[in-house]
C-alpha cells in the first residue's frame, strides 16, 4: 500500500537496508522507463539510521550509498538522503524492508557493512543498465551475450550495486546483480506492505513486493 509523506515525519523510522527509490525527468530516465516499463529509473542502499552517534551536526541526516552520476562525479559514492530528495527532479519513495529481512540483515551486517566500503569510488557503469534493461536475447543459445550481463564487480550500476549489497546481507540468494535493474529491486518480496512516497505526485510502483529474488537474473 502506497502513502505520501514528508521525509522529515518518517525519518525516524528509516533504518539501514531500506531502499530509497527515485524516478528521474532526464533523457536518460525516459529511456530507463520505457524500456523496464517502471516508473523507478534509481535505486541506492541507506547505511546508518538517525540515531547513530555521530559528531557534527551536518551528520545527523541518513546516509545512502549508490552508484550513479552527480554534480560532476561519477561512481560509487555516499549521499544524504534529505540533500538528494531535496535537489531531485522527479519522484522519491521509501522502500522499507521487512521484519525477516531486517534480521537477515542484522546476521550478515559485518559483511554487509564491509563489502559497501569496499566499493567507494568504483566506476560507474551505464551500459550494464542497458543490458539488464533490455532482456530480449537472453535466452538465446547464440545471441545472449548481446543482451544478458554475466556478473561482475569492478564496475556498478545503481540497481546493481543495491542487487550485490542484498546479496551480502543475506536477503536474497544467488542473485545476478548484474542483470537487475531499479524496477526489480522494488518488486522483490523483501518490504513491508506498506510503502512511502517522499516527494511527486502519487505514483504506485506496479509489481511493487510481488517478485521472488531467489536466483533472480540467473539463465536456466
Known amino acids: 500500500m502506497l502513502t505520501q509523506q514528508a521525509y522529515y515525519d518518517i525519518k525516524h523510522l528509516i533504518a539501514p537496508g ?48 549508490e552508484a550513479t552520476s552527480i554534480k560532476g562525479k561519477k561512481g560509487v559514492m555516499h549521499n544524504y538522503v534529505e540533500e538528494r530528495i531535496k535537489h531531485y527532479r522527479g519522484d522519491v519513495w521509501w522502500l522499507p524492508l521487512h521484519n525477516e529481512a531486517k534480521q537477515q540483515l542484522q546476521n550478515n551486517w559485518h ?8 566499493e567507494l569510488g568504483k566506476d560507474y557503469d551505464i551500459w550494464q543498465l542497458f543490458g539488464a534493461a533490455i532482456d530480449v536475447f537472453d535466452d538465446h543459445r547464440w545471441f545472449n551475450w548481446l543482451t544478458y550481463n554475466r ?25 545476478n546483480p548484474s542483470e537487475t535493474t531499479p524496477k526489480d529491486i522494488c518488486q522483490f518480496t523483501i518490504y513491508a506492505p506498506e510503502y512511502v512516497q517522499l516527494k511527486g505526485r502519487k505514483k504506485p510502483i506496479t509489481g511493487f513486493n510481488t517478485l521472488d529474488p531467489h536466483r533472480w537474473g540467473n539463465l536456466g
Not at 559483511?111 to 569496499?118: E, V
Not at 556478473?151 to 542473485?175: H, Y
Open 18 to 65: 531500506d531502499i530509497i527509490a527515485f524516478g528521474g525527468t532526464s533523457l536518460f530516465s525516459r529511456w530507463t522507463k520505457l524500456t523496464t516499463r517502471s516508473v523507478v529509473t534509481h535505486t541506492a542502499l541507506v547505511i546508518d539510521s538517525p540515531d547513530d552517534n555521530r559528531s557534527t551536526s551536518a551528520a545527523q541526516d541518513l546516509t545512502m550509498i
Open 111 to 118: 559483511g554487509f557493512h564491509d563489502f559497501l566500503a569496499g
Open 151 to 175: 556478473k561482475k564487480s569492478n564496475r556498478w550500476f545503481c540497481s546493481e550495486l543495491v542487487a550485490e549489497g542484498l546479496n551480502q546481507a543475506g536477503i536474497a540468494n544467488e542473485l
